[in-house]
């Protein structure tokens, strides 16, 4: 069986996969790494999800990479845009050639004795063909995302089956499903269902965004007109990184007051809906959550687009039960009807950890749901490897650049002092397990328990602080006790 050796091996080609790549080869000049990619093309989320409207809910600025500034005038960019973005970073910095396509991993073995990973992959071939192909390196490096690319999650709902109209969830969307004039109804509250129905309501009859309970949600500027000035009269990276530090800042302070002043957080939010929506709009029923701001993700709506939508009467939110699935819609638990055309169930995705490797350690495998992260980024006992995961209060690059960053100091480090292996591990007994999400959103809940833990104290604690992370990460020791090295 054919086998080549690298010294990391990056899986997936996404958003964190290509940035990983670019801060490698600029870090680690010598060092070489392929990118292991199970579909055909670069992009991840900015390819696979195809629903009509898709946008980043963050703004660019943060969730572009530090080291390639966003220069769109719109802070909110489209899935499209954002796309080429992924991919012209890939194309620039010669990123693309390092990536083979159709490989997906399926395991990956570590051998303490060759100090190396063996990792098992299934490349499918032009035909559709699989064949089980071998690799080998010294440094795993997951940027696989966070979720199922398979299917998104669908509630089991009763009388589906009964339903003449199409059924179609949003990772599942294709070109061909036609909306125009017809009445369309949303299932769900999230970034998703309100970012398709303004979308939607530009050509169908009528869409309704059906919510078992209501999210925030925070209209924001599309466009940035600080940074589109700033970016007149600065240096492009200059501009860019004041904006950045902007934002950072600005999301930091958000998300603490949200923490430490909920009730006022909460007054300001609903101001601003009632002010878009009007003072006769029931928002105590479908706008006002029964959580506080930040105990799930906020919403974020550009340019107040689903307000408008509302007040102009092309979309309706409707707060309530399914009862059922019918011929003709949805019949609610309070007994009233929703017709409908197309149903689109707007209703999350299935987490999945690790990319859904098997990992083993000398012939153990490792049980990632119990097993604690360090610095939210690498595994107690598992050596040579680490994942990309973003923040859940914050843009997902921020987290995804340092942890890039600290891979790369780790990398060069064990060369300097030629170690082969490093391996963090818990000594201390007082550290107790915790989910490390603690997001109350149904995603979130339905997956915790098989996620990796965070520890109650550093370095096993997830900070979610993107200044706290700076220091950690890009200027924490690397030889802190915790880490070992062989
Ligand atoms: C609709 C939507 C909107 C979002 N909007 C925002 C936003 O505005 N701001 C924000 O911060 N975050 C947002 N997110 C989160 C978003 O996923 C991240 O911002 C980011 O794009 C994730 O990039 P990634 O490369 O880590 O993962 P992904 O984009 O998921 O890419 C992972 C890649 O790894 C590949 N892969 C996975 N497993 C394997 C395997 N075993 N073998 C080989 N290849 C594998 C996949 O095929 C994929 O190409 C959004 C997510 C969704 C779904």
Redesign the pocket.
């Given at each position: 069986m054919q086998q080549e050796h690298f010294d990391v091996l990056i899986?997936?080609?996404?958003?964190?996969?290509?940035?990983a790549g670019y801060h490698l080869q600029t870090r680690c000049p010598g060092k070489s790494y392929l990118i292991?990619?199970?579909?055909d093309?670069?992009?991840?989320?900015?390819?696979?999800?195809r629903?009509p409207g898709?946008?980043?809910?963050?703004d660019m600025f943060?969730?572009g990479y530090s080291f390639k500034p966003w220069t769109d005038p719109k802070a909110?960019a489209d899935?499209p845009q954002?796309l080429n973005y992924?991919r012209e970073t890939a194309v620039e910095n010669g990123i693309e050639q390092h990536v083979r396509f159709r490989?997906?991993?399926?395991r990956a073995a570590w051998s303490t004795p060759e100090a190396r990973w063996t990792v098992e992959?299934e490349r499918t071939a032009g035909e559709g063909a699989i064949e089980l192909v071998r690799f080998t390196c010294n440094f795993l490096f997951?940027?696989?995302?966070?979720?199922k690319?398979e299917a998104g999650y669908t509630p089991e709902f009763a009388g589906v089956a009964d339903f003449a109209g199409r059924i179609v969830h949003?990772?599942k969307w294709t070109e061909d499903i036609d909306y125009a004039g017809k009445r369309v109804v949303v299932i769900g509250s999230g970034?998703?269902a309100v970012?398709l129905v303004p979308e939607l309501a530009k050509k169908a009859a009528q869409v309704t965004m059906l919510q078992r309970s209501p999210t925030y949600v925070v209209s924001r500027p599309a466009q940035d007109p600080l940074a589109n000035k700033l970016r007149r009269n600065l240096p492009m990276r200059l501009a860019y990184h004041v904006i950045r530090w902007r934002n950072v800042m600005w999301g930091m302070f958000f998300f603490q007051l949200s923490r430490r002043r909920p009730d006022k957080v909460k007054n300001l939010i609903l101001g601003g809906v009632r002010a878009a929506l009007g003072p006769d709009y029931d928002i105590a029923t479908h706008f006002t959550p029964r959580y506080n701001p930040w105990d799930q993700r906020l919403c974020?709506v550009p340019d107040g687009d689903l307000f408008k939508a509302i007040r102009e009467k092309r979309a309706a939110v409707v707060t309530s039960e399914i009862d059922t699935f019918t011929h003709d819609g949805i019949r609610l638990k309070d007994g009233s009807e929703l017709p409908a055309d197309i149903i689109v169930t707007a209703t999350g995705?299935v987490l999945?950890v690790v990319?859904?490797?098997e990992v083993s350690v000398d012939g153990r495998a490792v049980d990632f749901a119990n097993t604690l992260t360090y610095k939210g980024m690498m595994y107690a006992d598992v050596p040579n490897i680490a994942s990309?995961?973003?923040?859940t209060n914050?843009?997902?690059?921020?987290k995804?650049d340092l942890t890039c960053e600290y891979v790369c100091r780790l990398i060069n480090y064990m060369d300097r002092h030629n170690f082969r292996q490093c391996m963090p591990h818990n000594a201390d007994p007082d550290i107790t397990a915790q989910p490390s999400l603690d997001f109350t959103s149904g995603y979130v809940q339905r997956s915790v328990a098989k996620m990796p833990k965070q520890g109650s104290k550093q370095p096993w604690r997830l900070y979610q602080n993107y200044a706290l992370d700076i220091v950690s990460l890009r200027f924490g020791r690397i030889d802190d006790g915790v880490m070992q090295y062989s």
């Amino acid at each position: 069986m054919q086998q080549e050796h690298f010294d990391v091996l990056i899986v997936g080609a996404g958003l964190s996969g290509i940035g990983a790549g670019y801060h490698l080869q600029t870090r680690c000049p010598g060092k070489s790494y392929l990118i292991l990619e199970g579909r055909d093309c670069i992009g991840g989320t900015w390819d696979l999800f195809r629903y009509p409207g898709i946008r980043s809910d963050s703004d660019m600025f943060t969730l572009g990479y530090s080291f390639k500034p966003w220069t769109d005038p719109k802070a909110i960019a489209d899935g499209p845009q954002i796309l080429n973005y992924v991919r012209e970073t890939a194309v620039e910095n010669g990123i693309e050639q390092h990536v083979r396509f159709r490989h997906r991993v399926k395991r990956a073995a570590w051998s303490t004795p060759e100090a190396r990973w063996t990792v098992e992959v299934e490349r499918t071939a032009g035909e559709g063909a699989i064949e089980l192909v071998r690799f080998t390196c010294n440094f795993l490096f997951l940027c696989a995302g966070y979720y199922k690319y398979e299917a998104g999650y669908t509630p089991e709902f009763a009388g589906v089956a009964d339903f003449a109209g199409r059924i179609v969830h949003p990772q599942k969307w294709t070109e061909d499903i036609d909306y125009a004039g017809k009445r369309v109804v949303v299932i769900g509250s999230g970034a998703t269902a309100v970012t398709l129905v303004p979308e939607l309501a530009k050509k169908a009859a009528q869409v309704t965004m059906l919510q078992r309970s209501p999210t925030y949600v925070v209209s924001r500027p599309a466009q940035d007109p600080l940074a589109n000035k700033l970016r007149r009269n600065l240096p492009m990276r200059l501009a860019y990184h004041v904006i950045r530090w902007r934002n950072v800042m600005w999301g930091m302070f958000f998300f603490q007051l949200s923490r430490r002043r909920p009730d006022k957080v909460k007054n300001l939010i609903l101001g601003g809906v009632r002010a878009a929506l009007g003072p006769d709009y029931d928002i105590a029923t479908h706008f006002t959550p029964r959580y506080n701001p930040w105990d799930q993700r906020l919403c974020l709506v550009p340019d107040g687009d689903l307000f408008k939508a509302i007040r102009e009467k092309r979309a309706a939110v409707v707060t309530s039960e399914i009862d059922t699935f019918t011929h003709d819609g949805i019949r609610l638990k309070d007994g009233s009807e929703l017709p409908a055309d197309i149903i689109v169930t707007a209703t999350g995705l299935v987490l999945q950890v690790v990319g859904g490797l098997e990992v083993s350690v000398d012939g153990r495998a490792v049980d990632f749901a119990n097993t604690l992260t360090y610095k939210g980024m690498m595994y107690a006992d598992v050596p040579n490897i680490a994942s990309a995961f973003g923040y859940t209060n914050a843009s997902w690059t921020l987290k995804c650049d340092l942890t890039c960053e600290y891979v790369c100091r780790l990398i060069n480090y064990m060369d300097r002092h030629n170690f082969r292996q490093c391996m963090p591990h818990n000594a201390d007994p007082d550290i107790t397990a915790q989910p490390s999400l603690d997001f109350t959103s149904g995603y979130v809940q339905r997956s915790v328990a098989k996620m990796p833990k965070q520890g109650s104290k550093q370095p096993w604690r997830l900070y979610q602080n993107y200044a706290l992370d700076i220091v950690s990460l890009r200027f924490g020791r690397i030889d802190d006790g915790v880490m070992q090295y062989s």
